[in-house]
């Protein structure tokens, strides 16, 4: 799944009410972005292979499925699409559910506030852009190179990873240098900005 940096991003706003959803993706065009709405999670989820999206506004509370549900089947497909929620009936454990446990960016209300929604966006589209270019790069690292890579990033020393895997300093060595070559870093100050 790979989306093009130069072009548009393309973001999808799910909501049962087809008027409030058109206008929503019609704002997101005019700021530049590839916006389509879609009335129902099915046919959302069932285009979405062939077209995947940065971000991803999801009503709330919707027929057949809400946007919870919603979050966790759109999730299979792709866990780097940015979501953020709306509702018209916001509660504090919806807001909560939608960070912690779905992993929305944003919980906005309805009516929309419209600069809220574009940062939430670009936001959205910025992560997005970050988790896929991250997987991009360590796509090609090993088992052994990713768990180097993992501690590494966390701010581990050679020589605590080596303990910490039961190898000689001399092989995370090598390791960490397969890692810098594979993801095209040139030391560790890049490896930590693709994480960041």
């Not at 062939?50 to 027929?63: E, F, L, Q, Y």
């Not at 009936?89 to 574009?118: C, F, H, M, Q």
């Not at 990873?161 to 070559?181: D, P, Q, Y």
Request: charged share 25%; aromatic share 6%.
């Amino acid at each position: 799944m790979t989306l093009s940096a130069s072009a548009p991003a393309t973001v999808y706003v799910l909501d049962d009410d087809a008027d409030l959803g058109a206008s929503v993706a019609r704002l997101l065009v005019r700021h530049g972005h590839a916006a389509r709405a879609f009335v129902e999670p099915v046919a959302l989820l069932r285009d979405y292979p062939r077209d995947p999206a940065a971000c991803i506004i999801s009503d709330v509370m919707m027929g057949d499925m809400d946007g919870f549900t919603f979050a966790d089947a759109v999730r299979e497909l792709d866990p780097d699409v940015a979501l953020v929620f709306m509702t018209a009936w916001p509660t504090t454990a919806n807001a909560v559910d939608s960070v912690r446990r779905y992993g929305g960016l944003d919980y906005l209300e309805k009516p929309i506030d419209e600069d809220r929604l574009l940062t939430a966006v670009a936001e959205g589209v910025a992560w997005s852009n970050g988790r896929r270019l991250l997987n991009r790069r360590t796509a090609l690292l090993t088992t052994r190179e990713r768990q180097v890579f993992d501690m590494l990033v966390r701010g581990h020393s050679n020589k605590a990873i080596a303990g910490a895997l039961g190898l000689s300093i001399k092989t995370i060595e090598n390791h960490r240098a397969a890692v810098v070559t594979k993801t095209g870093t040139n030391g560790l100050a890049q490896l930590i900005a693709l994480v960041s």
